[in-house]
């Protein structure tokens, strides 16, 4: 059965510090692994991986993937209050039908308290 | 860029009522659109991926004949709950996409309450 797993499932940290939210996945016919941030309402997207050892990076948010390894990190540097939200990762999968396969994992809720 | 806009943002209705609700992407064409159910806490659960023109594809476990989904156009999905009862309560949200290795983005949400 196909899954994505992420961890730690919640963290707190203080204001400056790094963190890094791990996801691991077992899924058929990958495709694609992305990193989307949830505040209130819609999951707002982050990064979109598909090669291996490729860093994506934007401000202080940064992300790389191990298809051999079948995981991902999302790194923060020096967060900031803003940035306490869920952060879903989610893997796109090719189904038979050419139709997507996406499957979310738990999530990581991550409280930055100054 | 990349927009799209959910709507209504929160319904509530007695249970029998059907319910619309509209997924637009507004400033881009969507190839694909997808229907995720939110419960409170837990991650998004894909019911549903739709291309234009197309018959939806249903996850397992999901009813058709109770969620109704229509791609009519490039910008524009419906997903009907049918019947409605109040286990169908939960948070709907869509995504569109504009092409295959291009990311999903999300509309706001429909909270949907059925007494």
């Known amino acids: 059965e196909d899954k994505v797993v992420q961890s730690p499932l919640s963290l707190v940290v203080h204001e400056g510090d790094t963190v890094t939210l791990n996801c691991s996945y077992e899924?058929?016919?990958?495709?694609?692994l992305l990193w989307y941030k949830q505040e209130k309402k819609a999951p707002t997207f982050l990064f979109m991986l598909?090669?291996?050892?490729i860093e994506k990076k934007s401000g202080r948010l940064s992300s790389i993937l191990d298809k051999k390894e079948l995981f991902s990190i999302l790194n923060i540097t020096a967060t900031q209050t803003g940035d306490s939200a869920v952060y879903l990762c989610?893997?796109?999968?090719?189904?038979?039908?050419?139709?997507?396969?996406?499957?979310f994992g738990p999530g990581t809720s991550l409280s930055v308290i100054p | 860029g990349a927009v799209v806009s959910q709507h209504p943002s929160w319904v509530i209705c007695k249970s029998g009522t059907s319910v619309k609700i509209e997924c637009r992407s507004l400033?881009?064409?969507?190839?694909?659109m997808f229907w995720y159910r939110q419960f409170p806490k837990q991650s998004l659960m894909l019911m549903a991926t739709?291309?234009?023109?197309?018959?939806?594809?249903?996850e397992q476990g999901v009813e058709k004949d109770k969620f109704l989904i229509n791609h009519a156009s490039l910008t524009l999905s419906t997903l009907t709950v049918t019947s409605a009862h109040p286990e169908d309560s939960s948070f709907y949200i869509c995504?569109?996409?504009?092409?295959?290795?291009?990311?999903?983005?999300f509309g706001d949400g429909t909270r949907l309450s059925i007494l």
């Open positions: 899924v058929t016919n990958f495709r694609s």
């Open positions: 739709s291309n234009e023109g197309s018959k939806a594809t249903y």
């Open positions: 400033d881009f064409q969507a190839t694909t």
């Open positions: 989610a893997v796109e999968a090719v189904q038979k039908t050419s139709y997507d396969k996406v499957i």
């Open positions: 598909t090669s291996s050892g």
């Open positions: 995504s569109a996409r504009v092409a295959l290795y291009r990311p999903q983005h």
